[in-house]
Structure formats: structure tokens, C-alpha cells
């Protein structure tokens, strides 16, 4: 299926690139890399923008459910749709979505929020524009570089490092000015990546038979997921993963460490976090191990550490060099995960697979979290981190020890 919205130039030899920095990853490097920095804002300038308008901390909750639900109810569509009308119309499309609630969002904040049900809806636009937009965020990647492993540890630095930033970069400028501005911030990043993504030159693009309906595609992804055995028990260990340890860790740990050594402690914590993704981030665009998932999977042997140090009551610098390992396994796994799924499923079904993807290993997320403070109230924070430290280390040994996974080896990347 063509993907051009004029008509494209000639295209040259893809040998003539660079086997990363080509001129469409540049542009889609840009794209991405502006995305991630508003999604990043969007959650602190909203809650800090409720709370400094006189607004409870359960209006702040409300309207974080109403980003993140249709971002879960929906990537599966937002799968099956990238694949109908080619994953780059769907990006410009939810940019252009964003743009327009970001603009809104700005004049709400600005004014000052009369009626919260405008909130929630534009909130929720938001959130479907990036249910629209995550499918493709993946399956463009093999488009636009030769090396896809090389590619995917560069936008693994990105996404760390704008995932530092943005909150920073947000609470500070709600803090000398307003949440309007934030969001005037978002929408020119948001301008931007459509701009970027416009610019890209694809030619033709792996895509379903024409004429199939939306729930025969839908089953045909499904069916696709459920045929790769490395893939779906992957999911399935992540899903444990996530609901016995990755989800519980962060509001658990917060209650221990910050009465401890204050918020500001807190915070250098979780930088150190994001710096060991960097890390791990740029270690694998030049690592690139014959069995990917296996590299990841003993990359991620470190993760307990964090939670151990915590129930050990170890000083501030040793969490924090903690976290540098645990975020330098994760930036590791991450990239050897994306690469696998984008390199081991065919094009014209990817984005519907890694669709699936996405909401299985990220939808539990959310029910650890709700569940960290009850357990922690039942059985303790001691437990409930003991516990994480025990998953965490059963987590990458059942990985190791499915051998789908632990078997599934490198696959050269285009040429």
C-alpha cells in the first residue's frame, strides 16, 4: 500500500543511508521525540494545575482515569486501523487530534476550569490519540532504518530522557507561570510531530488484503499473536511481573523512602532511574546479542535490587545506584523486546500484534498499583517489597527457562 500523502520524490538506493540516522528516521526521531516529551508533561501539568486551582486530589485522580482508560480500551483498535489505512496516516491523524485538545486544554487552563466535564473530555481525546498513534509508533521503526536494533536503543535513550524532563520541565513552568502555557508547549510538540511525520517518505508499506472488516481483522491480529509461543509467554510473565512487583513498587516505595529522606531524595531516586535507561539505552544500539530475549531477560536480573536496598534501609546513594542498574536492565530488555517483535512479525500484521502487545504487558499496571496500598495496609511494606524482590527475580528466570524465549535468535536486519 503506498503510505505517500503527495507524491514522493525519487527514492534512492537504501544502502546510500545511514543504517540509523537516515533522513526519515531523522524526521521520525523528531516526531517521537516530541510526542514523549508532552505525553510526559500532560499528567504533572494537569495535577498541579487542579491542585493549584482549588481543585481535591480525587478530581487530579478522575482526570488521570479518564487519559489512561481510552488509552487501555482502545490500542487495540488503534492496531487494527494502522494496518487499514497505514500506520503514518494514523500518527499524523492522532497528532493532529492532540494538537487540537492541546490547544483547547491551553484556553481551558488559561480561563480557568468552569465545568470539569470539559476537562475529562479533552482529556480523553487525548488519551485516543494516543491509542491511534502507539500501534504505528513500532511498526514504522523497521521503515525507516536498516538497523532496527541500533534505532530502537536511540529512541530507548529518547523516551528515558524525555521521560525525565517532561515532569521537570512541567512542574517548573506551572510553577512560574501556568498550566495554559504547558499546554500551548504540547500543542506546538504535537504541531511539530505531524510536521516531521508529513515529511516522511515511505513508498509502499506492508498492509492487510483489502475489503476485511474491522473484527476479521482484529481476530486475524489475535490469531497472529497467539501462533508466536515466545510472544504471548512473554505477555503472560510481564502480567504477573506486572501486578506482583512493577505495579506496587513505585507508590510502595515512595511511602518508605520519603519519610525517610524527604521528597527531594525521592525524586534523585528516580533520576537515577531514568539515567540507568540512557545507559542501557546506548548500550544496546552496539550490543547485539545472537539471542536478544535472553540477553534482556538476564539484563533484568538486576531489577530486585531496588526493592532489597529499600527493605535494608540502605543510604540514598545506594538506592540511587540501585536504580542506575535496575534502568540500565530495563533499557536493555526494552530495546531486545521491541526489536524481536518488529523483526520477527511480518509487516502487514505488525501493527495489530504489537497492539495485542501493548495491552497485555501494560494493562496490569494499573491493577498493581491499586492493589500496592491495601496489601501494604494487610500485610505490610515490608512484605509487599519482599515480594516484589522475589517476582523480580522469578520474572527474568522464567523467561530464561521458556525456551521459545530463551531460543529465539537475531534477525539481520534490512539491507
Known sequence: MPDSLTADPPVHSPAAEPAIWSRNFRRYFVARSA???SWAMLPVAVSAGLLAGGHGLDTAGYAMAFLVAPFAGLVLFGGVLADRYTARRM????D???LTAHVLLALLFLHGIDHLWQLYALLVVAGTANALFQPGASSTVPLVARDVQGANGVLRTSEAITGLGGPALAGVLVGFGSTGWVMALS??????SATCLCA?????VPAPPPGRGLWHNLAVGWQEFRSRSWLWAVILIWMVFAVLSWGPQL?????????A?????????????GAGTVVGGLLAIRWKPRRPLAAGAAALLGYPLYPLAIVLDSPVWLLAAAQILVGTGIGVWGVMWATSVQTQVPGEVLNRVHAYEVAGSVGLYPLGSALAGPAAHAFGTTQVLLTGVAVGLL???ALLLTRPVRTLRRTSDRT
Do not use: E, Q
Open 187 to 192: 500543542a506546538l510538540a504535537y504541531g511539530t
Open 395 to 397: 520474572t527474568p528466570a
Open 261 to 273: 529522606h524527604g521528597p527531594a531524595a525521592f525524586g534523585l531516586i528516580n533520576c537515577a532511574l
Open 35 to 37: 510526542g514523549l516529551l
Open 200 to 204: 516522511l517518505r515511505l513508498g509502499a
Open 96 to 98: 493532529l487530534a492532540n
Open 251 to 259: 507508590s510502595v516505595a515512595a511511602g518508605v523512602v520519603v519519610p
Open 91 to 94: 500518527m499524523i491523524v492522532a
